[in-house]
């Protein structure tokens, strides 16, 4: 009890990271069956898939030679395995993702232990509000991307502007403030990409929290994005800085995985297919037995918003002594 008391309170990110970890293990058992149900058989047909349609691009390349698009089949097979992506996080995964946060806010804030059946019950029962939300998420992200995508060209285009003007006064003026003008326009570029990744992470964090709603308030799909709106205010930079930590963490492992094997396909091609299938596979376990995590994170972020702004810790204080009271009784 002392635990839940000391837990329930404002945290910073790293305390949000750190605690999320002591969760993460303290539930690992369930959290990992629940992903062996709900992403693991996922994560093998995508492997498979994805084998199965480089082979036939292989095939299809060494028979038709220049005739054949690479581009296009390349094209081709990213949309086919996009489409497989999407289908799989508009359903199956918002419930893989509404169990977790069912289990982790029971533990964090009550101190219960849910049984699986019930929650992997009460989650699919839920799977049309989370199909409707995950769409209304989906269609504000790719908003805000084509956005920022739109905002970044137009930065770039300014940026060789002044790089233009840059040339001039270097003409005027000799090679004096050359030095500054590269300066100036390294520092623009890395100011760009910043601008662009805090810029999508505001969009992902405004409205990326609307499953925690529905499992956890019982809302809607479109109260979900409303929800999440309300509870992040004034709570960006301490929800970045702990997604960004928790989400070095999750993608540390499988990110070398994917670099050694794209090395590969540079030093050894023969190699590189021999060793492909494998390293898609590991790579997949990885993020699959992983991803529990990264859902732990979310909704500790999401406990930490109701904590902040609605007094949750007060709330439970207040309940738990009622419920004193009533037993003295």
């Known amino acids: 009890m002392r635990q839940i008391e000391t837990v329930l309170k404002r945290m910073s990110a790293v305390d949000i990271v750190d605690y999320s970890i002591e969760v993460y293990k303290r539930n690992i058992k369930k959290l990992t069956i629940l992903s062996l149900i709900l992403y693991v058989p996922f994560a093998f047909l995508y492997v498979f898939l994805s084998s199965s349609i480089s082979e036939d691009l292989n095939r299809l390349t060494s028979q038709n ?78 908003g805000g991307i084509i956005g920022t995508f739109i905002g970044a060209m137009i930065f770039l285009w300014a940026i060789i502007f002044i790089f233009a003007i840059g040339i001039n006064v270097i003409n005027s003026f000799g090679h004096f403030i050359e030095g500054f003008i590269i300066f100036f326009g390294v520092i623009l570029f890395i100011a760009l990409a910043l601008g662009t990744i805090i810029s999508i992470c505001f969009f992902y964090i405004k409205f990326g929290f609307g499953i925690q709603a529905i499992i956890i308030e019982n809302r809607g799909a ?24 928790g989400g070095l963490i999750y993608f540390f492992i499988p990110s070398i995985s994917i670099g050694i094997t794209v090395l590969l396909s540079f030093v050894d091609e023969e190699l590189y297919r021999q060793v492909q299938l494998g390293a898609t596979a590991f790579v997949q376990l990885g993020y699959a037995l992983f991803y529990p995590f990264l859902a732990t994170l979310t909704t500790n972020i999401f406990i930490n918003w109701k904590v902040n702004n609605e007094g949750l810790d007060l709330e439970v204080k207040v309940d738990k002594m009622l419920a004193g009271d009533i037993n003295e009784i």
């Open 222 to 245: 479109a109260d979900g994005v409303a929800r999440s709106s309300e509870l992040s205010k004034k709570m960006f930079w301490n929800s970045f800085i702990a997604l960004f930590t």
């Open 65 to 142: 030679g220049a005739n054949f698009s690479l581009a296009m089949a390349f094209l081709l097979v990213s949309l086919s395995l996009f489409i497989v992506y999407l289908c799989y996080f508009l359903t199956i995964n918002g419930v893989l993702q509404a169990a977790i946060t069912k289990i982790v806010y029971n533990d964090v804030v009550y101190g219960r232990s849910l049984g699986l059946k019930e929650v992997i019950k009460d989650s699919f029962r839920k799977i049309l509000k989370i199909m409707g939300y995950r769409t209304l998420f989906y269609l504000i992200m790719a």
